[in-house]
């Protein structure tokens, strides 16, 4: 039973451009979500989260979106850069400190 | 602050073999967390501490799984007559208390089992 789902495998993104990673869950008992970034061969690292209570929050070239109704967030980067090339992990927690974590999706960025 | 570490990097084994990995945590965090990482899949939680107290054990940690964090500073997970289905990435994370939500992961060590 997959709670925390990016439904997108790989996604490929001009440098320069705009890069949207998405992200729905079905527990709506999460009410904190994050997002991880991981390299080959190292452990994942945390990027940024939100709380349930806001809709948005930014820390400098990425943004966090949530729209609790769909139960959907979304991680955008922009511009993107060449470093940001990795694997990209939603996650959520209900509050028991555990982190749920999706799949997973590659970003590309282009030359 | 030297981030988590985990010992060793890479181990292979051969079936019904026991496995032993280390973990040491940033040293101001009292939360460490065991996940597991399969090709193609997230990190699925395994189990976590708060300082000694073990808190909370996954249905996947069977009973061949034991996790340990003796003084609540490092912490040990033990695989007995392990399986190729064991063969995964084994990461360990930790935070504060009072530290932000998020993890700090290891980079984790790398289970083969042949």
């Known amino acids: 039973d997959q709670q925390v789902k990016q439904n997108s495998p790989s996604l490929s993104v001009q440098e320069g451009r705009i890069s949207i990673l998405n992200c729905d869950y079905t527990?709506?008992?999460?009410?904190?979500f994050l997002w991880y970034k991981k390299y080959p061969a190292e452990g994942p690292t945390f990027l940024i989260s939100?709380?349930?209570?806001?809709d948005k929050n930014e820390d400098g070239r990425f943004t966090v979106f949530l729209n609790k109704s769909a139960k959907h967030l979304s991680l955008h980067i922009v511009p993107s850069q060449p470093g940001d090339s990795a694997v990209y992990f939603c996650a959520a927690s209900a509050g028991d400190d555990k982190i749920i974590f999706g799949k997973g999706t590659r970003l590309h960025i282009l030359p | 602050d030297t981030g988590v570490s985990q010992d060793p990097r890479h181990k292979i084994t051969k079936r019904g073999q026991n496995v032993t990995f280390r973990c040491d945590p940033i040293s101001e965090h009292n939360r460490l967390y065991w996940y597991r990482q399969t090709l193609g899949q997230g990190p699925e939680f395994l189990t976590y501490?708060?300082?000694?107290?073990?808190?909370?054990k996954s249905r996947l940690l069977s009973d061949r799984f034991s996790a340990e964090r003796p003084k609540g500073s490092f912490s040990t997970l033990e695989i007995q007559r392990t399986e190729q289905g064991d063969s995964a990435m084994y990461l360990c994370?930790?935070?504060?208390?009072?530290?932000?939500?998020?993890?700090?992961f290891g980079s984790g060590t790398r289970l083969t089992v042949v």
């Open positions: 994370a930790s935070r504060s208390d009072r530290g932000t939500y998020g993890y700090t």
């Open positions: 501490f708060q300082n000694e107290a073990q808190l909370e």
């Open positions: 939100i709380s349930s209570i806001k």
């Open positions: 527990n709506s008992m999460f009410d904190y």
